[in-house]
C-alpha cells in the first residue's frame, strides 16, 4: 500500500508455513530460539536453500535489510515465537509467549529518499564511461 502523506509504501507477505526457526532446524541441524533463527537468515551466506548452478544463496534478505537501512525504511519479521525489527537504523528482538502459525514479513520504504543504491561489487560508474 502507498501512504503519500507519509512517504511510505509498504509491503506485507505472510505464510502458514513451518517457520524459519524449524527450516533451520530440519535442513541444517541448527537450534536457534525463534527470533534469533529470524536474525541468522539475516545475514549473508545464511540459508537452507541447495546451491543452484554452483551459486550460493543467502543474500535476499540481507540485501533487503541493508537497503532498507540505508532508505531509513522499515523492516518487522514475525515467525514461530519471535519477532525482529528494523527501525530508524536500529533493531529490536522479541520473543512472544503464544507462537504465529508460519512467517510474516513487512517491508517499508521511504520514498522520500532520493539517493541511488548499488552493490559494491557493481563499482562505481563513471558518467563519462556512459556516453
Known amino acids: 500500500q502507498y501512504f503519500p502523506a507519509k512517504e511510505r509504501l509498504d509491503f506485507s507477505i505472510a505464510d502458514l508455513g513451518i517457520g524459519f526457526r524449524e527450516n533451520i532446524s530440519n535442513c541444517l541441524g541448527k537450534h536457534f530460539a525463534p527470533e534469533e533463527a529470524i536474525e541468522w537468515a539475516l545475514e549473508g551466506m545464511n540459508t537452507t536453500r541447495k546451491p543452484k548452478n554452483g551459486k550460493p544463496g543467502g543474500f535476499g534478505l540481507k540485501l533487503i535489510k541493508e ?54 561489487s557493481e563499482g562505481i560508474i563513471d558518467v563519462e564511461d556512459i556516453f
Not at 540505508?70 to 527501525?87: E, M, P, Q, R, V
Open 67 to 120: 537497503f532498507l537501512k540505508l532508505n531509513n525504511g522499515g523492516l518487522d519479521i514475525i515467525s514461530d515465537a519471535g519477532y525482529w525489527s528494523l527501525k530508524q537504523g536500529q533493531i529490536y528482538k522479541n520473543y512472544f509467549k503464544a507462537p504465529f502459525p508460519g512467517t510474516m514479513v513487512n517491508i517499508e520504504i521511504n520514498t522520500s529518499d532520493a539517493q541511488s543504491y548499488y552493490l559494491e
